[in-house]
Structure formats: structure tokens, C-alpha cells
């Protein structure tokens, strides 16, 4: 299982989504796009784009979820450092990795980074 674990603001567009898939890594190989349940229907027509499921998250399972990438104001909603990250890690399974730190789009509204199961 590969996933793209994305956060990003309401209103981020289909293309800031793929710009922040592409500048993680691309979609290539990823099987499974997570993000949380309230920003979930915001996923919805990249997951129709690429014809991919859907793991949707609780915010409670991102917590504690250490990341390589910190934003003061997510650790303080959230108690993660990246959605994106905690969210691909989360949705890939216990032992999980990232392939990387999340990426941002250009315009800067949304992130993503690609996490690997573990096997």
C-alpha cells in the first residue's frame, strides 16, 4: 500500500492538489489518498481524477504521529506536525514510512506526502 497523505485549505483547487502530488513524488504507484474526515469531500474530485480510494481520518488518530515537517499551528490543533505526513503514515499502517517531507503547491494551499507500508 502507497499513500498520499494530503492537507490543505478550503478552497485549494483540483490543480493545487495535483501540484502538490506532483512535487511530493506523483501519483505513480500511490494506491490509497488520505486526508481527514472534515476535508475529505475537498479530496473527492482527485480521487475521481485518479480513480483512487479514499482513507479518511479521524483528527484524534493523527496525534502523536511524529513528522518530519512541523507547523506550530497544526501541532496545536492537531498534535501532529503535518497532516499530509501523519495522514499518510496513519493510513499506510503500523510501521509505515515516508518517502519524503510533504510538499506544497505552488499557490501554497495544499500539501502532500507519500507514504510507503511497511512489509
Known amino acids: 500500500m502507497i ?4 492537507g490543505f485549505r478550503s478552497g ?3 490543480a493545487a492538489l495535483q501540484d502538490a502530488l506532483a512535487r511530493a513524488g506523483g501519483p505513480e504507484g ?12 475537498g479530496l473527492a474530485p482527485l480521487a475521481g481524477a485518479l480513480h483512487l480510494p479514499v482513507v479518511v481520518l479521524e483528527p ?4 502523536g504521529v511524529r513528522t518530519h515537517t512541523r507547523s506550530d499551528r497544526v501541532e496545536a490543533m ?3 506536525g ?4 501523519a495522514s499518510a503514515l496513519v493510513a499506510a499502517g503500523p510501521g509505515a514510512r515516508l518517502r519524503g517531507p510533504r510538499a506544497v ?3 501554497g ?5 507519500i507514504a510507503e507500508a511497511a512489509e
Open 30 to 41: 500511490v494506491t490509497h489518498l488520505a486526508t481527514l474526515a472534515p476535508k475529505a469531500e
Open 82 to 85: 503535518s497532516i499530509a505526513e
Open 109 to 113: 494551499t495544499a500539501t502532500a506526502a
Open 78 to 80: 492537531f498534535g501532529t
Open 12 to 14: 485549494a483547487t483540483l
Open 60 to 63: 484524534g488518530a493523527l496525534r
Open 105 to 107: 503547491s505552488a499557490d
Open 3 to 6: 499513500v498520499a497523505g494530503f
